[in-house]
T-cell receptor, first 108, second 116 residues
Framework: GNSVTQMEGPVTLSEEAFLTINCTYT??????LFWYVQYPGEGLQLLLK?????DKGSNKGFEATYRKETTSFHLEKGSVQVSDSAVYFC???????FGTGTQLKVEL | DAGVIQSPRHEVTEMGQEVTLRCKPI?????LFWYRQTMMRGLELLIY????????DSGMPEDRFSAKMPNASFSTLKIQPSEPRDSAVYFC??????????????FGNGTRLTVT
């Protein structure tokens, strides 16, 4: 079956630092891949998606590339801001289980 | 588009009482999901519906939990009787009828349940 493994957090960075949150998957076929973000006190919202291999999803300065050769969909941002502090989720497999996500804290 | 609407936002109740959480999905979305979020276990899928029919309820923790979707615009999650370990944030989400696997989920803002 399909499954996704997400890097555990928490991650603490200084403002303007580079961010990478790892997400790898195992799948039969080529499923769409997603990143969601949850800000404090809110529900999850879609951050970006990629529907096929070599696709790059991007939004709000975040990017992730669907890499078939490494079975990865790592989330990256070149310069994080305090406002990016949130929990990031790479949902898993067919059942869309989200787990605990990766908590990001950005400090001044 | 008002998004997924959940009510109430907060619920505080005593152990043994019945709790009903409500959800209105986005119009036109044929899939509806109920999740529970805790610090320890993260976000767990409880049950999901397709066209108002429950498809997978394997995540429902026990018989005290039940969910219904009487029509395309309304769903409830009921806990009877409630216990302190049910304290969590409960989220409802909906998605379009393209096969949930390839469609993004749209989440409500959740109901924070506290059982004392």
């Amino acid at each position: 079956g399909n499954s996704v493994t997400q890097m555990e957090g928490p991650v603490t960075l200084s403002e303007e630092a580079f961010l990478t949150i790892n997400c790898t998957y195992t799948a039969t076929g080529y499923p769409s891949l997603f990143w969601y973000v949850q800000y404090p006190g809110e529900g999850l919202q879609l951050l970006l998606k990629a529907t096929k291999a070599d696709d790059k999803g991007s939004n709000k300065g975040f990017e992730a590339t669907y890499r078939k050769e490494t079975t990865s969909f790592h989330l990256e941002k070149g310069s994080v801001q305090v406002s990016d502090s949130a929990v990031y989720f790479c949902p898993r497999g067919n059942k869309l289980t989200f787990g605990t996500g990766t908590q990001l804290k950005v400090e001044l | 588009d008002a998004g997924v609407i959940q009510s109430p936002r907060h619920e505080v109740t005593e152990m043994g009482q019945e709790v009903t959480l409500r959800c209105k999905p986005i119009s036109g979305h044929d899939y509806l999901f109920w999740y529970r979020q805790t610090m320890m276990r993260g976000l767990e899928l409880l049950i999901y519906f397709n066209n108002n029919v429950p498809i997978d309820d394997s995540g429902m923790p026990e018989d005290r939990f039940s969910a219904k979707m009487p029509n395309a615009s309304f769903s409830t999650l009921k806990i009877q009787p409630s216990e302190p370990r049910d304290s969590a944030v409960y989220f409802c989400a909906s998605s379009e009828d393209r096969g949930y696997y390839n469609s993004p989920l749209h989440f409500g803002n959740g109901t924070r349940l506290t059982v004392t």
